[in-house]
């Protein structure tokens, strides 16, 4: 990048309206008014203590630093030269940028200045990026700005533009920009999950929410409902097929709750206690039945040697109720 330097006068730097002039030498009604660079104007202003004491150093010291000018005029650089130059009562020095990439130009002399903040340099960046063809990588590298920090401004900027304004002009860190919006994107994301699980589940609870009949919220709190009915009816009635089979005379707990006796969590309950009894006789009935099968050769022996004193003392130390299932075992054995 080459530049031509070239004094010109001290312009008044802004106009009644608030932008940015260039004097010509002619008298002030005369005065044309200066165009800045988009991308320029993108970097905030000094603050008022601050462009003062910039204007003490320009009168002390003298101006280091030549405003930039495009070829046609456009300031690409030195919006606050030039202001500290008024305040100061200095005349500026200009030059004109005669290469191919003011933007470049912008950036590169702008991001390098303290008073910005990361968060500020890449939400500018990205701002910039939409006039560019280079990819997020590359401006990372280019700029030295951290590609995290790029990819964070980019989302901002795409989501919200209000805040990335407010990022830009430093109201408004990076970091806090970025986590309302990933918070407001997982909110969006939620809704219309939900709005998907109801045209899914319950249509007739989606057009209600559709016509304002319902809220959101509502709606999913009645198709939970329905879905937690739904879902005790189906354990229920398999509690109810099961109880049929095995041969319970008691009533269907469904149909109990079809009359409207007892509630479906009744009947669930109901249902689990019988589970349970039931699951505890399966298992007293398993081990009965192994003690029978650990002693078979006992009954084995009775039936080899039946009506001898042998087994007419073992009987007899018994009860009857023992005695009749010796004799049904006897008789299998």
Same mark, same amino acid.
């Given at each position: 990048?080459?530049?031509?330097?070239?004094?010109? $006068?001290?312009?008044? $730097?802004?106009?009644?309206?608030?932008?940015?002039?260039?004097?010509?030498?002619?008298?002030?009604?005369?005065?044309?008014?200066?165009?800045?660079?988009?991308?320029?104007?993108?970097? $905030?202003?000094?603050?008022?203590?601050?462009?003062?004491?910039?204007?003490?150093?320009?009168?002390?010291?003298?101006?280091?630093?030549?405003?930039?000018?495009?070829?046609?005029?456009?300031?690409?650089?030195?919006?606050?030269?030039?202001?500290?130059?008024?305040?100061?009562?200095?005349?500026?020095?200009?030059?004109?940028?005669?290469?191919?990439?003011?933007?470049?130009?912008?950036?590169?002399? &702008?991001?390098?200045?303290?008073?910005?903040?990361?968060?500020?340099?890449?939400?500018?960046?990205?701002?910039?990026?939409?006039?560019?063809?280079?990819?997020?990588?590359?401006?990372?590298?280019?700029?030295?700005?951290?590609?995290?920090?790029?990819? &964070?401004?980019?989302?901002?900027?795409?989501? @919200?533009?209000?805040?990335?304004? !407010?990022?830009?002009?430093?109201?408004?860190?990076?970091?806090?920009?970025?986590?309302?919006?990933?918070?407001?994107?997982?909110?969006?994301?939620?809704?219309?999950?939900?709005?998907?699980?109801?045209?899914?589940?319950?249509?007739?609870?989606?057009?209600?929410?559709?016509?304002?009949?319902? &809220? *959101?919220?509502?709606?999913?709190?009645?198709?939970?409902?329905?879905?937690?009915?739904?879902?005790?009816?189906?354990?229920?009635?398999?509690?109810?097929?099961?109880?049929?089979?095995?041969?319970?005379?008691?009533?269907?707990?469904?149909?109990? =709750?079809?009359?409207?006796?007892?509630?479906?969590?009744?009947?669930?309950?109901?249902?689990?206690?019988?589970?349970?009894?039931?699951? @505890?006789?399966?298992?007293?009935? !398993?081990?009965?039945?192994?003690?029978?099968?650990?002693?078979?050769?006992?009954?084995?022996? *009775?039936?080899?040697?039946?009506?001898? $004193?042998?087994?007419?003392?073992?009987?007899?130390?018994?009860?009857?109720? =023992?005695?009749?299932?010796?004799? &049904?075992?006897?008789? *299998?054995?």
């Amino acid at each position: 990048m080459t530049t031509d330097q070239r004094q010109q $006068p001290c312009p008044r $730097p802004y106009d009644a309206a608030g932008h940015l002039r260039r004097a010509t030498g002619t008298p002030p009604d005369k005065e044309r008014i200066i165009q800045t660079h988009p991308t320029a104007d993108m970097f $905030p202003m000094l603050s008022a203590d601050e462009l003062h004491d910039l204007a003490e150093s320009i009168k002390t010291e003298g101006q280091h630093e030549a405003i930039v000018l495009s070829a046609n005029g456009v300031l690409l650089d030195g919006r606050n030269r030039l202001a500290a130059c008024e305040i100061a009562d200095v005349e500026p020095h200009f030059t004109t940028y005669t290469g191919s990439d003011p933007k470049g130009l912008i950036l590169a002399h &702008n991001l390098r200045r303290r008073h910005i903040s990361k968060g500020q340099q890449a939400m500018i960046v990205a701002m910039a990026r939409s006039f560019s063809e280079h990819s997020l990588r590359h401006q990372a590298k280019v700029h030295s700005i951290s590609l995290t920090r790029l990819s &964070n401004a980019a989302t901002v900027l795409k989501h @919200n533009p209000h805040l990335a304004e !407010q990022v830009r002009s430093g109201k408004l860190s990076l970091d806090a920009a970025y986590s309302t919006v990933r918070e407001h994107q997982a909110r969006s994301a939620e809704i219309q999950a939900q709005h998907g699980r109801l045209r899914k589940h319950a249509p007739d609870l989606a057009e209600q929410v559709t016509e304002g009949l319902r &809220n *959101l919220d509502d709606a999913i709190t009645a198709l939970d409902q329905r879905q937690h009915e739904e879902q005790l009816r189906q354990s229920v009635q398999h509690t109810d097929a099961l109880r049929l089979s095995d041969g319970d005379p008691a009533p269907p707990l469904a149909q109990l =709750v079809e009359r409207g006796d007892i509630t479906w969590e009744q009947a669930h309950e109901r249902a689990e206690e019988f589970l349970v009894h039931r699951r @505890n006789a399966v298992q007293q009935a !398993q081990q009965a039945l192994r003690v029978v099968a650990e002693n078979w050769a006992t009954v084995q022996d *009775l039936a080899a040697r039946p009506d001898t $004193p042998y087994s007419r003392d073992i009987l007899d130390g018994l009860t009857l109720e =023992v005695r009749s299932l010796v004799q &049904n075992l006897t008789a *299998l054995a």
